[in-house]
């Protein structure tokens, strides 16, 4: 089994930068796809961003984030550029064994998620 952990989350001030690391094991990395989700309280899981290859955005951080991964370390990164309030929320690491578009997209049929790390974006 694939478990992951991430780590990075802080409070920050809107307009800051930080990035987040998730770490995994159990299975070759570099052959998983890979994602980020996001959930503030009281409110639905949403889509981030995914690396297989490609990266995909969400709309209301294109330009913002990036999602990047160094195989050799079975880590993958979420940079996170001029930050908003709204950027609030306990991030969630997530992996699966293949690359299926609208899995990543719903949040739903994803095999394998870490139990998030808090991002606090203050005004």
């Known amino acids: 089994q694939v478990q992951l952990v991430e780590s990075g989350g802080g409070l920050v001030q809107a307009g800051d930068s930080l990035t987040l690391s998730c770490a995994a094991s159990g299975r070759p990395f570099s052959s998983y796809a890979m994602g980020w989700f996001r959930q503030a309280p009281g409110k639905e899981r949403e889509f981030v961003a995914t690396?297989?290859?490609?990266?995909y955005y969400t709309d209301s951080v294109k330009g913002r984030f990036t999602i990047s991964r160094d195989n050799a370390k079975n880590t993958v990164y979420l940079q996170m550029n001029s930050l908003k309030p709204e950027d609030t929320a306990v991030y969630h690491c997530?992996?699966?064994?293949?690359?299926?578009?609208?899995?990543?997209?719903?949040?739903?049929?994803?095999?394998?998620w870490g139990k998030g790390t808090l991002v606090t974006v203050s005004s």
């Open positions: 997530a992996a699966d064994s293949q690359f299926i578009y609208r899995n990543f997209m719903t949040g739903n049929g994803i095999d394998y």
């Open positions: 690396i297989s290859g490609r990266t």
